[in-house]
């Protein structure tokens, strides 16, 4: 085991310490008027946000800057080009693409968190463009989201996204970029970073997903929910279990969604989808989060974090102690894995911004005319 993976249980123990006071500190003020994102007395439902966001998502103040964000001033004025993107023959999947100052030098990915989609982060692309027109920012639906083709891989949905983006990158002609990942999407492209780390001029991870509640909410959240024969303990089952159609799977929430927005094509290659592949790809993707519990990074053991080798990293948190599925503690941890890696609190847009625009333009080269 290498020097710093050794050093991440002391590191996560200490900072413990501190940081629990803090958050006892938030909730003795309860009673005042304070953002929901503060308001731990309860999880902001899906019914209440999105059927694409986990439960608990707004519970930070990345929510309202990522999650159909107000656009801030000029952002209305961002040229934007939109792509239907074809994988194959390498992958059997086309992604929905959307480029915000498709004329920009600098290429930015940003890949959205939860089962979330352009439709609810366009905005935070959008804005981030606005203030910067130098940067291409790239937006896009990972598979079986938003307006991308349903494809239920063998591999972990992280893995099969991971593989995704190398070819999407291949395909845009944007290598080396930098790459922007929320929460789940910043799994995605950490296995891009460990299987192809040529394609990465500089990775920015905001929030950081772990720790054990991390991996049973979201496991259960995501996947563990079809199937009936894993018990789940902080939600229940759908309901008209087993699944045994795909018609099945289209009335559950996330589905029905998917559906109602998509195009002709998009629905009839759903239903044409094998329900026993649907209910591996879950089984698969839960069990692999599960299986990193007690790591420092959901979906990744410490050894795989500390191995991966890219120019630059940069890891943003919201800064509330609150946030149980993106702790601090393991944030501050990951920066004693990755190498080349530096940390900040950035809770709000203004801070995101003033931390990326250098970090971005510093390390990653312009594009070839």
Not at 123 to 135: M, S, Y
Not at 339 to 353: C, G, Q, V
Request: aromatic letters at 8%.
């Amino acid at each position: 085991m290498s020097n710093r993976t050794t050093l991440v249980t002391l590191f996560m123990t200490l900072f413990a310490a501190v940081a629990f006071p803090l958050s006892g500190a938030c909730a003795a003020n309860a009673d005042q008027a304070i953002p929901r994102y503060l308001d731990t007395s309860r999880d902001i439902q899906n019914e209440e946000v999105d059927v694409t966001l986990f439960r608990g998502a707004a519970n930070n103040s990345y929510f309202e800057v990522y999650f159909r964000a107000l656009p801030v001033e000029g952002a209305d004025m961002v040229e934007v080009e939109t792509r239907a993107v074809d994988l194959r023959p390498e992958r059997d999947v086309t992604l929905h693409v959307e480029i915000y100052n498709p004329g920009g030098t600098v290429p930015l990915i940003v890949t959205p968190g939860g089962n979330g989609d352009t439709e609810g982060f366009r905005g935070f692309a959008r804005n981030v463009a606005a203030a910067a027109p130098d940067l291409k920012v790239i937006i896009y639906d990972r598979r079986n989201l938003g307006l991308s083709e349903v494809s239920f891989g063998s591999e972990p949905q992280m893995v099969e996204e991971g593989e995704d983006l190398h070819v999407l990158i291949k395909r845009l002609g944007v290598a080396p970029t930098a790459l922007y990942g929320m929460s789940s999407g910043s799994r995605s492209n950490m296995i891009l970073a460990s299987r192809y780390p040529e394609d990465i001029a500089a990775l920015v991870i905001a929030p950081l997903t772990g720790g054990t509640y991390a991996a049973t909410r979201l496991s259960e959240d995501y996947f563990f929910k079809y199937l009936p024969e894993k018990k789940l303990t902080t939600r229940q089952h759908i309901d008209d279990l087993p699944l045994t159609t795909m018609e099945a799977v289209a009335k559950t929430d996330l589905w029905s969604g998917y559906l109602a927005r998509n195009t002709p094509e998009n629905r009839a290659r759903f239903f044409s989808a094998d329900i026993a592949d649907f209910l591996a790809a879950m089984k698969t993707t839960g069990e692999h989060l599960q299986a990193t519990r007690y790591q420092t990074m959901l979906g990744f053991q410490d050894d795989e974090v500390a191995a991966i080798d890219v120019p630059a990293v940069l890891i943003l948190h919201h800064s509330q102690y609150t946030d149980n599925l993106h702790p601090v503690t393991n944030t501050r941890a990951a920066t004693t894995l990755l190498a080349n890696s530096s940390f900040e609190f950035a809770p709000l847009l203004p801070e995101i911004l003033e931390a990326l625009l250098p970090f971005v333009r510093e390390h990653t080269p312009k594009l070839k005319k």
